[in-house]
């Protein structure tokens, strides 16, 4: 074979472990990736906190695990870098929706970004919830990036078992 058919050879293979690397993340936690919206466009008198925002990647990953057992589903998502106020969390039928906003952290004054993969802005996050919820017992917390949220199941889809008594 030829140097020109093993490079080629070599990029097909390439391009199909991407192609499938592609496949597998978008199956797995596709739904994660979520799209961060600067509050507005930096303009000449914006301050450098809104400059580094607008300059951030525009996509994050949110990653959540939702639990269900026979009284509630729990849901923890993470979501780095924010405090609890940030949060505004709503159930819609069965999709719980996080909206939430990363403010930039500015320590240093000195010194230029050369790299900027963290995302800031506004976002929301969708999850269908497996079960139906009663969103009036809610609750939920965060603490070290992590927000969780339990919600207990509907009463009328709750397990109920039934003990079995010898006669």
Not at 29 to 34: E, Q, R, S, V, Y
Request: glycine share 8%; hydrophobic share 40%.
């Amino acid at each position: 074979m030829s140097t020109l058919q093993d490079l080629k050879s070599g990029l097909s293979r390439a391009w199909d472990g991407i192609a499938e690397g592609w496949r597998d993340f978008t199956a797995r936690a596709g739904d994660a990736l979520t799209r961060f919206n600067p509050v507005h466009r930096a303009g000449p008198d914006d301050d450098a906190r809104t400059r580094i925002a607008v300059a951030g990647s525009r996509w994050g990953v949110l990653a959540a695990e939702v639990k269900v057992d026979d009284e509630h589903v729990e849901i923890a998502l993470e979501c780095p870098g924010m405090n609890e106020e940030d949060f505004t969390i709503d159930v819609h039928d069965d999709v719980l929706v996080v909206h939430g906003e990363k403010h930039v952290e500015q320590e240093r004054n000195h010194g230029r970004f050369h790299v900027m993969e963290r995302a800031y802005g506004t976002f929301e996050r969708a999850l269908r919830l497996p079960v139906q919820v009663d969103e009036n017992g809610g609750k939920a917390s965060y603490r070290r990036g992590v927000l969780r949220i339990t919600l207990p199941r509907a009463a009328h889809l709750r397990t109920r078992r039934i003990p079995v008594k010898s006669a």
